[in-house]
Structure formats: C-alpha cells, structure tokens
C-alpha cells in the first residue's frame, strides 16, 4: 500500500541553522501529501500541504515541494528557532479507499539557543 | 466547537480494566478517525467514520478495541480487559470529509493518554 518514510531523528541544531527533513512516499497515482507538526504537549497540527506535483506548501518559514521525479517531499526551512522544537511528521493518504492518513514515523527536531 | 476535543487528557486505570475515551469533532465535520501514538512509535490508524456509512475497523488491534459514533457527532474508544502493552495517546481527529478527496485535512485533538498498570 501507499506509504511515507522519513529521516529517522532527532535532529538537534542550532538556532538559525538550516532544516532539512526527508520524506520519501511509495504510492499508486499522485496522492495530496502532507507535513503534520506535535508541539510538546500538544496533538497534531496541520503544517503544510501540496496537493499535486510540483506544487510548494509553504507555513510559517517551512516549505515542502512535491516532487514526482524523486517521490520526495522534503521539509525545509532557513533559520529554525527554539520554538520549532517539536516533531514532525510527513502523511499521505492511505487505507483501503484513500480515505485515512498514513504518517511516517515521524522526526524529533531540537534546537539550541 | 471550535477545536476538536478529547477527555480525559490523562487516564490511569489497572490491568485489566475497561477504559472509555471520548472525543468531541468539530461541528459539522462528517469525517471521524482515531489514532494511536505508542512512546517512541509514529501513529496508528484505528477506527474511521463517514457520516452514516459503516466504520472502518480495519485498524483495531483486538476484539478488545470497539468504538462508536453516535448521532453522527460523538464518538467512544472503548477498551476492554486493557493491557499494559495498550499504554498510549489515543489521538482523534475529525474531516470535513475522507482526507483522500478535495482539499480535506485532519484537525486533531491534544489526545488522551492512557497508562495501563
């Protein structure tokens, strides 16, 4: 079935260093594709998302574009801050009609002052 | 509501004992999922309703799992005889419709997480 595969964690960097998080997806067809973020303490909330490909998702400083040539949709940002600590996780659609999440194992990000 | 909303945020029961767990979608949305999140471990699909039409049961993990959805709004996780291995954040989250279709994303609440003695 479909399914994602991300960079395994954590990832620990200094405030206003560069993020990358890599996210391969294995998938029939060209499904949405999805980055979910848990802050400490908190559910899941939507990142960002890109419906087709080529498209960029983009949300507060982080960007994912959806690209079919390598079935990635890599998470980046410029300058992280100590309040993008949190863990991330990549999703596409899946199950047996498309119709639920299937989330990779989801990333630890740290970042140090 | 304005938030998807889980209760309790926190349970302690003893081996063996049944648990309920309650989650409240957001007004309106016809589409109802819960998750599991094990320490350590990404999330599990369990459960998924859509409207009126029958669950998708296809991830419970034992006849021990039930949950339900009634008048199409309110839903129970319901885990019967628990064990310690089902220590975990059960996670629910709510659609507007199926996430496959449109531009339908998941709204999840903060969880509740259950310790199993």
């Known amino acids: 079935g479909d399914s994602v595969t991300q960079m395994e964690g954590p990832v620990t960097l200094s405030e206003e260093a560069f993020l990358t998080i890599n996210c391969t997806y294995t998938?029939?067809?060209?499904?949405?594709l999805f980055w979910y973020v848990q802050y400490p303490g908190e559910g899941l909330q939507l990142l960002l998302k890109?419906?087709?490909?080529?498209d960029k998702g983009s949300n507060k400083g982080f960007e994912a574009t959806y690209r079919k040539e390598t079935t990635s949709f890599h998470l980046e940002k410029g300058s992280v801050q100590v309040s993008d600590s949190a863990v991330y996780f990549c999703?596409?659609?899946?199950?047996?009609?498309?119709?639920?999440?299937?989330f990779g194992g989801g990333t630890r990000l740290m970042v140090k002052p | 509501g304005a938030g998807v909303s889980q209760s309790p945020s926190n349970k302690v029961t003893e081996k063996g004992k049944d648990v309920e767990l309650r989650c409240d979608p957001i007004s309106g949305h016809t589409a109802l999922y819960w998750y599991r999140q094990s320490l350590g471990q990404g999330l599990e699909f369990l459960i998924y309703f859509q409207g009126n039409s029958a669950p998708d049961k296809s991830g419970l993990p034992s006849d021990r799992f039930s949950a339900e959805r009634t008048g199409g709004s309110v839903s129970t996780l319901t885990i019967q005889r628990t064990q310690q291995e089902d220590s975990a954040v059960y996670l629910c989250?709510?659609?507007?419709?199926?996430?496959?279709?449109?531009?339908?994303?998941?709204?999840f609440g903060a969880g509740s997480r259950l310790t199993v003695l």
């Open positions: 998938a029939t067809g060209y499904p949405s």
């Open positions: 999703a596409l659609p899946g199950g047996n009609a498309g119709n639920m999440l299937t």
């Open positions: 989250a709510s659609s507007l419709g199926p996430v496959g279709f449109g531009a339908n994303v998941l709204t």
């Open positions: 890109a419906t087709k490909a080529d």
